[in-house]
């Protein structure tokens, strides 16, 4: 044990946060399974959904400062890599593709194709993602100022971004109201009328994590304003809809309905990041160091 901890410092305890949150984001998302059963009644004000976001969120933000405080203060360096590639996969991958899954799974009187359908893309999702560390991992040391295709943290971003549009647009007063007729069998509780949009939107989102599309990575500029003004609207949209459930266990639905619309701010930066210009192409840096010659022998 001594040996492990000496070949870890403060990043590396950070990105193990990170992991735990994204593990407590499942956890929460175990105990809203009840509460699914009647999606859009107790579903939507369980707390448990958006408390899940809520770590996911947290997450993201320790993500974001892990690398820093690994180049400023840990002299070792050794396990961080490894730390954030299982960290983030469990985070940005797992997490959200569950999320979705529970969310949107039609708990009660579902359609197998539906079903099927839905666990399809969610596994698509976690594989695109595994693939997108790995490639993360092997193009790190190459320092460009963009990512191959969309990151980790953007996907879980995305997802909880569309996943609560979807799920609060009819407490939003605009579009389609609630349906039970869409894809079910049996008893169907009332369900967001476009929840069959989740399908496309996991499907890119995960074919953008393994592209070859260049995304910015959002360090300067008006773009990351419009990020941080991105994570702001999530966040409050977030604790909003926490602290009603929270407080108010028989709030109304109608009551979401204003996080409804931070959603939608959200959503609309996603789809910006994903179809503004690519960034120019830069050659990485491929220098190769020859191996010195044996010296000739006396």
């Not at 579903?43 to 947290?58: D, E, H, K, P």
């Amino acid at each position: 044990m001594k040996g492990t901890l000496r070949l870890t410092g403060l990043a590396d305890y950070i990105t193990l946060g990170n992991g735990l949150l994204g593990t407590c984001a499942i956890f929460c998302l175990i105990l809203a399974v009840d509460d699914l059963n009647n999606p859009y009644d107790a579903g939507v004000r369980s707390n448990y959904i958006w408390a899940s976001m809520l770590c996911i969120f947290l997450s993201a933000i320790g993500d974001i400062i892990d690398g820093p405080v690994a180049r400023r203060y840990s002299k070792r360096k050794l396990l961080g890599g490894s730390l954030d590639i299982m960290s983030d996969c469990v985070s940005f991958c797992v997490a959200p593709a569950l999320m979705m899954f529970i969310m949107f799974g039609r708990w009660d009187g579902s359609n197998p194709l539906w079903t099927w359908s839905l666990a399809i893309v969610c596994c698509w999702v976690i594989a695109a993602g595994m693939l997108r560390l790995a490639r993360f991992q092997y193009e790190e040391a190459s320092e460009l100022p963009y990512f191959h295709g969309l990151s980790s943290p953007g996907n879980a971003m995305m997802l909880m971004s569309f996943g609560g549009l979807i799920w609060l647009q009819p407490s939003m007063g605009v579009g389609p109201d609630l349906t039970t007729a869409n894809l079910c069998t049996g008893v169907c509780h009332a369900n967001p009328a476009l929840d069959v949009l989740i399908l496309p939107v996991m499907l890119i989102s995960g074919t953008m994590m393994i592209s070859d599309r260049r995304l910015s990575k959002l360090k300067h500029g008006i773009d990351t304003k419009l990020s941080i003004l991105q994570m702001l609207c999530l966040l409050i949209g977030i604790v909003a809809n926490l602290t009603i459930t929270s407080t108010n266990a028989t709030a109304a639905t109608t009551d979401f309905g204003y996080a409804g619309w931070l959603f939608l701010g959200s959503a609309l930066f996603c789809i910006y990041y994903l179809v503004k210009p690519q960034p120019p192409a830069v050659e990485a840096d491929a220098t190769v160091v020859e191996p010195t010659p044996p010296q000739a022998m006396a």
